[in-house]
Structures are given as C-alpha cells and as structure tokens.
C-alpha cells in the first residue's frame, strides 16, 4: 500500500495513471497492482469542497486517521535561516550545507521519536476508550438490520475510500432528504 498526501490531490490523483504511462520503466507504479490511497493534509483540508474534506481525509481512513501529512514540511521552518548562506555559494557547497542542516533535522526527529511516540501513545489509549464506549451505545441501540447494511457499506467504502463512485456515508445529508423520507 502506497499513501500519497499532497496539497491538491483531489485534481492531482485524477490522472496519475495516464502519466503513469510516459514515465520510464524504472519510475512507474503498475496500480493492477499496488493499493494507493490519496490524502490531503488537514491543513489544506478546510479549504476544499466538502466532497473533497471527506474523500481525502486522513480522519476517515483505517491506520492513517491521526496523520496530519504535513511532516515533510516542517523541515523547511529550520531550513530557512541557512537560506541567506546558500544563496552566495556554489552549487557543491549550497548541496553540502542543505545536506547537513536536513541530516541534523532527521537525527534530531530520530533521537525525539521514542518520547514522541509515548506521548501520542498515551493519547491514543485514552481516545480509544473514549470512542469504544460511543461506538458500544450506539451499536446497542440500532437494529440488527441496519446495522448489517450499515457495515456492508462501510466495508465497501474503507476498501477503497478514494472510489468517487461508492456513495460516501461521511457526508452529511440535508435535513430536507430526511423530511422527505419521513413523510
């Protein structure tokens, strides 16, 4: 599996494959056989349509759900006091000097990773009982038969969230659709 996070994915993904095919061999992902997911960093997130927010989130996605995409970015923040240094040197000299500074920013995530990992470890212990407890009342009180149809749907969106043709159980329905079905 192959998760892919870009800020607009959503027009991105559309036609990975067609270009897919004029990459040379060595560079091109046969999707027959790999599984990608596509995201959109919950920063960017809110700034897109709500079929997007929903399709492209990290929140609805099983393994994924806490990621904010965003990781690779954060480097640059450290990067850019050194650009007023890079921009007298040449090319070997300015590859050396980013080289070092990226290295020293990985090292340090590496050393902060065990007390970083804790911490969302904790968080995510408390969380899931909390979520537990929700899911656990209100399973106790649908019937059995939507929740069997409930869950068919939901398997056959997680398999494949990035599916624009399997109606999406995230969005929100307008409360007209429901006065409608009431009547």
Not at 35 to 41: D, Q
Not at 68 to 93: F, H, Q, Y
Not at 117 to 126: E, H, I, T
Request: charged share 20%; aromatic share 12%.
């Amino acid at each position: 599996m192959l998760n892919v996070s870009y800020d607009i994915v959503c027009q991105w993904h559309k036609n990975l494959w067609a270009h897919m095919k004029s990459f040379p061999q060595s560079h091109a992902l046969d999707h027959l056989t790999k599984y990608i997911c596509f995201f959109m960093p919950k920063f960017h997130l809110l700034t897109h349509v709500a079929k997007c927010q929903t399709i492209f989130s990290f929140n609805f996605t099983c393994y994924v759900s806490q990621t904010d995409g965003k990781a690779l970015e954060r480097g640059w923040s450290n990067i850019n006091p050194v650009a007023s240094s890079t921009k007298v040197m040449g090319p070997g000299c300015c590859h050396d000097m980013l080289d070092n500074h990226f290295g020293n920013w990985n090292w340090e995530k590496t050393i902060e990773l065990g007390t970083s990992l804790l911490y969302k470890m904790k968080d995510a212990l408390a969380e899931k009982a909390v979520h537990a407890l929700a899911f656990e009342e209100f399973d106790a009180v649908i019937t059995p038969e939507h929740h069997s149809v409930w869950l068919e749907e939901m398997q056959a969106w997680e398999d494949n969230p990035n599916d624009t043709l399997i109606s999406n159980l995230l969005e929100a329905k307008a409360m007209g659709e429901y006065f409608l079905l009431l009547k």
